[in-house]
């Protein structure tokens, strides 16, 4: 079966700019994360999704940074006026939720955004 | 506040060398751990992860990790290493916490297999 999709693999922006990035998680999972990669900061969480309830938002760095989750099912990353510090790998996560803290999260191939 | 700290940004190791990276947290409730390894330009595939009951718990590729709370370790081994392990390995603790699911990563640590 299919597992976490994420595009663009690459997005390259200038500074100011605003960016959306995509998120397709595997089906039937309930559950989907937003993490950021960088060399500065490691693997950071920036927002949870769990069916209908309120998203966790609270790994976002500021409020350039929002997300959205269509039908409990595709999600949307959008960072609004980048700056360069921006610059990351973008990994979304999805799992089947319900469960608890113990279950597996798995992981797209990430979106690698560089801001110039 | 859970953390969690990998000793070694860097490991090399021999072709047949046991493989050991360490992995330390710190959690104010028994945690869940997770190893996660992540080739280059790949998302990250779980290895294995520790929720309950035994200790010792076997992954894929023939990795393992034993859960020692006194320690607070979760340290991933392998006997024998194989050129094909090369790779960033990634120890992760997630609260028993309904509110909050998040994983928290440590650093990650590169292992290198030399031949």
């Known amino acids: 079966g299919a597992g976490v999709s994420q595009s663009p693999s690459n997005k390259v922006t200038e500074k100011g700019k605003d960016v959306e990035l995509r998120c397709d998680p595997i089906?039937?999972?309930?559950?989907l994360y937003w993490y950021r990669q960088s060399l500065g900061q490691g693997l950071e969480f920036l927002i949870y999704?769990?069916?209908?309830?309120?998203?966790?938002k609270s790994g976002l760095p500021s409020d350039r940074f929002s997300a959205e989750r269509t039908g409990g099912s595709v999600s949307t990353l959008t960072i609004q006026r980048t700056q360069q510090e921006d610059s990351a790998v973008y990994l979304c996560?999805?799992?089947?939720?319900?469960?608890?803290?113990?279950?597996?999260?798995?992981f797209g191939p990430g979106t690698r955004l560089l801001v110039l | 506040a859970q953390s969690v700290t990998q000793l070694g940004s860097h490991v090399s190791v021999s072709e047949g060398a046991l493989v050991l990276l360490r992995c330390n947290y710190s959690?104010?409730?028994?945690?869940?751990l997770f190893w996660y390894v992540q080739y280059p330009n790949q998302g990250l595939q779980l290895l294995l992860k520790?929720?309950?009951?035994?200790?010792l718990v076997k992954g894929i590729n023939g990795f393992e990790a034993e859960f020692k709370k006194s320690e607070t370790s979760f340290h991933l081994t392998k006997p024998s290493a194989h050129m094909s392990d090369a790779a960033e390995y990634f120890c992760?603790?997630?609260?028993?916490?309904?509110?909050?699911?998040?994983?928290?990563f440590g650093s990650g640590t590169r292992l290198q297999v030399q031949p």
């Open positions: 089906s039937g999972h309930t559950a």
């Open positions: 992760a603790v997630s609260e028993f916490s309904w509110g909050r699911r998040a994983l928290t």
């Open positions: 999704f769990q069916g209908n309830s309120a998203p966790d």
């Open positions: 520790y929720t309950t009951g035994a200790t």
């Open positions: 959690s104010s409730v028994p945690p869940y």
């Open positions: 996560a999805s799992s089947f939720g319900g469960v608890g803290p113990g279950e597996t999260q798995y």
